[in-house]
């Protein structure tokens, strides 16, 4: 059971990447699936979650209208698309996979890691200003 990311990469400020999140193991299609960030020195914070129907998706005010969470059940894979990055955007992104279709039931706006039970182990993503 396992996640992977990938897409992470140096890019300089205003470029767009793309972040993929592969699930190994299980069944992603049942489980809310989130994007988190750290950055050094910083606590991990939660950028963007998304329910297991796609019905739901929630983003950090950080990145809202630059940053798009989708997934695609069939290849048991969610992305972030991220456009417009900035280099406070610089940090080792994770997704993480909850237990639920939906995490907004146990945290209406997805903030925490709390709920988050499967994680990936991180890709650096670098914005150079």
């Known amino acids: 059971v396992q996640l992977v990311e990938s897409g992470g990469g140096l890019v300089q400020a205003g470029g767009s990447l793309r972040l993929s999140c592969a699930a190994s193991?299980?069944?992603?299609?049942?489980?809310?699936i989130g994007w988190f960030r750290q950055a050094p020195g910083k606590e991990r914070e939660a950028v963007s979650c998304?329910?297991?129907?796609?019905?739901?998706?929630i983003y950090a005010d950080s990145v809202k209208g630059r940053f798009t969470i989708s997934r695609d059940n069939a290849k048991s894979t969610v992305y972030l698309q991220m456009n417009s990055l900035k280099p406070e955007d610089t940090a080792v992104y994770y997704c993480?996979?909850?237990?639920?279709?939906?995490?907004?039931?146990?945290?209406?706006?997805?903030?925490?890691?709390?709920?988050?039970?499967?994680w990936g182990q991180g890709t650096q993503v670098t914005v150079s200003s």
């Open positions: 993480a996979a909850a237990g639920i279709p939906d995490i907004t039931t146990i945290q209406p706006r997805c903030v925490e890691t709390h709920g988050f039970t499967t």
């Open positions: 998304i329910s297991s129907s796609s019905g739901t998706t």
């Open positions: 193991g299980f069944i992603l299609d049942y489980y809310a």
